[in-house]
T-cell receptor
Framework: DAGITQSPRHKVTETGTPVTLRCHQTENHRYMYWYRQDPGHGLRLIHYSYGVKDTDKGEVSDGYSVSRSKTEDFLLTLESATSSQTSVYFC?????????????FGQGTRLTVV | GESVGLHLPTLSVQEGDNSIINCAYSNSASDYFIWYKQESGKGPQFIIDIRSNMDKRQGQRVTVLLNKTVKHLSLQIAATQPGDSAVYFCAENSGGSNYKLTFGKGTLLTVNP
């Protein structure tokens, strides 16, 4: 078990409020990712990180920001939540050192914006 | 738009039959592919992977086939069991120095007892 914890697991928030989701890993893996999953779209990459304070955008990064001040924590922030950001959010890590390595996923956070 | 996979199709099989799940990819630069299984309410779980220098790779009850000529990937599950019921995703790494995966939209596999 790669030891990923996502928190919270469920959240309901109001439109316009800021929201932060947390991903915590216990094994010092370098690469961490945030995906969102929506019906008909599969998993889409929001942001990823390749080290402390090193982050980059994915394909659906608008409206999201991330931070990684420690190896073990990768935070996803919705600055001003919108209903279109209602989704299931998954954190993932790359298990190996090389590029040919699978991503290991957390259990997900279900976010509802009302 | 999507570079990997199809609109979510559904595959229904009888217990004990073999299942074949297909995936098309469009990026000819992709050199690493992964199949994931996702059960309801859970995160995706790794099943098997394959690099582009291979055509076939086998695991326990699963086989992945890669046809680079037509940019097609398939997952074969032998002797399908009710516990195999899930959504299956293919994912690709498009090469270069990045570690990003692009996912298809998934296939829902239903196994009938």
């Amino acid at each position: 078990d790669a030891g990923i914890t996502q928190s919270p697991r469920h959240k309901v928030t109001e439109t316009g409020t800021p929201v932060t989701l947390r991903c915590h890993q216990t094994e010092n893996h370098r690469y961490m990712y945030w995906y969102r999953q929506d019906p008909g779209h599969g998993l889409r990459l929001i942001h990823y990180s390749y080290g402390v304070k090193d982050t980059d955008k994915g394909e659906v990064s608008d409206g999201y920001s991330v931070s990684r001040s420690k190896t073990e924590d990768f935070l996803l922030t919705l600055e001003s939540a919108t209903s279109s950001q209602t989704s299931v959010y998954f954190c993932a890590i790359s298990l190996g050192q090389g590029r040919f390595t699978e991503a290991f996923f957390g259990q997900g956070t279900r976010l509802t914006v009302v | 738009g999507e570079s990997v996979g199809l609109h979510l199709p559904t595959l229904s099989v009888q217990e004990g039959d073999n299942s074949i799940i297909n995936c098309a990819y469009s990026n000819s630069a992709s050199d690493y592919f992964i199949w994931y299984k996702q059960e309801s309410g859970k995160g995706p779980q790794f099943i098997i992977d394959i690099r582009s220098n291979m055509d076939k790779r086998q695991g326990q009850r699963v086989t992945v086939l890669l046809n680079k000529t037509v940019k097609h990937l398939s997952l074969q599950i032998a002797a399908t069991q009710p516990g195999d019921s899930a959504v299956y995703f293919c994912a690709e790494n498009s090469g270069g120095s990045n570690y990003k995966l692009t996912f298809g939209k998934g296939t829902l596999l239903t196994v009938n007892p």
